[in-house]
């Protein structure tokens, strides 16, 4: 089956740095999407890796490696506007979304 | 864990047609149901909004009477893309909110209007 592993929830640091791992099995892969999301909001799209590297994007970056079947994003300088749930989407071959259950991060000053 | 299907998952349809979607939450109801749209550049676009037995609140900017929503039950929502044209062809998201305002997306369908 198809599935996308992210932890359920981190506590962080204010000004600290923070990785949210993403780990997935898929039927082909068309890009991976991390999307924030804050409690009542709609999701916002952080990034969109289809190569593998590191794409930076300010203070957010995001990695993947299409061989390991894994993604992580990389929160720098954390604010307390970040605490949020931030979502792992892969994207297969038949072009369907498989979504991960999201990451509570908390972020404590 | 909790699943959201979308079928079709992918339809083509000729300009002026109507395309129906269907949401379903397969292991748990449903009390609120989002429509979601996804443009080129990744971002999603909230669309629609709707609570089981009410109508839907629309987001500003998006025609209810093209885009008809229905949340018949806890477990199903539909979107009717009603005289389609090609500017209507996306990818259309829809995701479903628990009674612990938890919120689980679905995979997707793939819009082509020709």
């Known amino acids: 089956g198809q599935n996308i592993d992210q932890p359920t929830e981190m506590t962080a640091t204010e000004g600290a740095i923070v990785q949210i791992n993403c780990t997935y099995q898929t039927s082909g892969f068309n890009g991976l999407f991390w999307y924030q999301q804050h409690a009542g909001e709609a999701p916002t799209f952080l990034s969109y890796n289809v190569l593998d590297g590191l794409e930076e994007k300010g203070r957010f970056s995001s990695f993947l490696s299409r061989s390991k079947g894994y993604s992580y994003l990389l929160l720098k300088e954390l604010q307390m506007k970040d605490s949020a749930s931030y979502l792992c989407?892969?994207?297969?071959?038949?072009?369907?979304?498989?979504w991960g259950a999201g990451t509570k991060l908390i972020i404590k000053p | 864990g909790a699943v959201v299907s979308q079928h079709p998952s992918r339809v083509i349809c000729k300009s002026g047609t109507s395309v129906k979607i269907e949401c379903r939450s397969l292991?748990?109801?449903?009390?609120?149901m989002f429509w979601y749209r996804q443009f080129p550049k990744k971002s999603l676009m909230l669309m629609a909004t709707?609570?089981?037995?009410?109508?839907?609140?629309?987001e500003q900017g998006v025609e209810k009477d093209k885009f008809l929503i229905n949340h018949a039950s806890l477990t199903l929502s539909t979107l009717t893309v009603t005289s389609a044209h090609p500017e209507d062809s996306s990818f259309y998201i829809c995701?479903?909110?628990?009674?612990?305002?938890?919120?689980?997306f679905g995979p997707g369908t793939r819009l082509t209007v020709l």
């Open positions: 292991d748990f109801q449903a009390t609120t």
């Open positions: 995701s479903a909110g628990n009674y612990n305002n938890e919120q689980f």
């Open positions: 709707s609570n089981e037995g009410s109508k839907a609140t629309y």
């Open positions: 989407a892969v994207r297969d071959s038949n072009y369907q979304l498989i």
